[in-house]
């Protein structure tokens, strides 16, 4: 079964769900004490944190670091994983950037679509980002700043993004809830309460990798464009 992962900046911890659900499982700490990015590479959990503007690599999903590097800017938000390469967005330079591999070194980078970029998500062929200015949920072409799609938030502080293979999850931190979106649409399918008061990033642990599709879903058309 796949699960929903979380972070959250007032209890600094890092969650694992039960499916789409608020029963937690598992958690542990935040390698600092302001979490705002969380991905999952199929293995090990990826965080970022804008106290010490630091990307993490975990082995599995635990607070044991195996690597580490400084974030291109000094306010990194969310982050996400392609399947080889990381990416982030950073809400002081208003940037979203790809990565080298797991590394400091920047390959690409485009200027985000409003000036609060806090969520981000890779869709297999598409970037997705969630900005907390314009309370919009964005969808990219390809890796880009060129916008082929986008809807208001459920709520007025989005901060969490994921995409699971067929639906948005997002996560405000205005009214501590958790959502599945129908598709890429502002229709809401489903919602929880976050575990804490500041839930800031979000992750699905079955999302596409490598362009190839999670077991049981399909590629929607909506992100292949």
Known sequence: MANVLCSDADSDKIYLHTGFSSTISNSFSSPSDSPYGLAWDGTNVLSSDGNSDRIYLHTGFSSTISNSFSS???????????????????????RIYLHTGFSSTISNSFSSPSSGPIGLSWGGTNVLS??????????????????????????????????????????????????LHTGFSSTIS???????????SLEWDDRVFFGRFPKGSYYPHILAQ
Request: charged residues 15%; glycine residues 8%; proline residues 7%.
């Open 130 to 179: 969630a900005d907390g200015t314009s309370d919009q949920i964005y969808l990219h072409t390809g890796f880009s700043s060129t916008i082929s799609n986008s809807f208001s938030s459920p709520a007025v502080s989005p901060e969490g993004l994921t995409w699971d293979g067929t639906n948005v999850l997002s996560s405000d931190a205005d009214s501590d809830k958790i959502y």
């Open 72 to 94: 291109p800017s000094n306010s990194p938000a969310g982050v996400s994983w392609d399947g080889t390469n990381v990416l982030s967005v950073d809400w002081t330079s208003d």
């Open 190 to 200: 489903n919602s929880f309460s976050s575990p804490s008061t500041n839930p800031t």
